[in-house]
């Protein structure tokens, strides 16, 4: 599991809590203050680093190797990592991507302007929001063949 510890004001540390009962923080980028992991799979976990709530990055950590990739800077959000190291994100123009490799690839919507990816599997299937022509959201799965809603 991860989430992180601290207080925003004060900052926070991206933390990681294993099944043996050990826990600890993971690896900080340079002194940015605030950082915080969201997802956890395999070796990998993703987050982000921030100086503050505008200027941020989002982060792929490889426990084992004990490194961290910066994500493409198009990217506004990471959540979700697969024991691939393949990312569901978001991108700062309101759209849902796979980042695979370091490779950012945008998910279609169902016609609106937004989308978000939430989660992936291990066949990197991602799971999220997409708003249709009205801007009406819908929960969506992307698969290889485009988007799908479930309903």
């Known amino acids: 599991m991860v989430g992180d510890v601290g207080a925003f004001d004060e900052g926070t540390h991206a933390y990681t809590w294993r099944p043996d009962d050990s826990h600890g923080k993971l690896p900080k980028l340079d002194d940015r203050p605030l950082s915080a992991a969201e997802d956890i799979s395999g070796h990998y976990a993703v987050g982000f680093f921030d100086l503050d709530v505008e200027n941020g990055s989002q982060e792929l950590w490889n426990l084992e190797k004990k490194t961290i990739e910066i994500l493409p800077a198009q990217l506004d959000s990471a959540y979700a990592v697969n024991s691939s ?67």
């Open 85 to 151: 190291g393949h990312a569901a994100a978001g991108t700062q123009a309101g759209k849902a991507a796979l980042v695979r490799n370091g490779e950012v690839t945008e998910l279609p919507t169902l016609g609106g302007d937004s989308a978000i990816a939430y989660a992936l599997s291990e066949q990197d299937v991602a799971a999220g929001q997409s708003e249709d022509e009205a801007g009406q959201g819908h929960a969506v799965v992307w698969t290889g063949c485009g988007v799908w809603t479930g309903c």
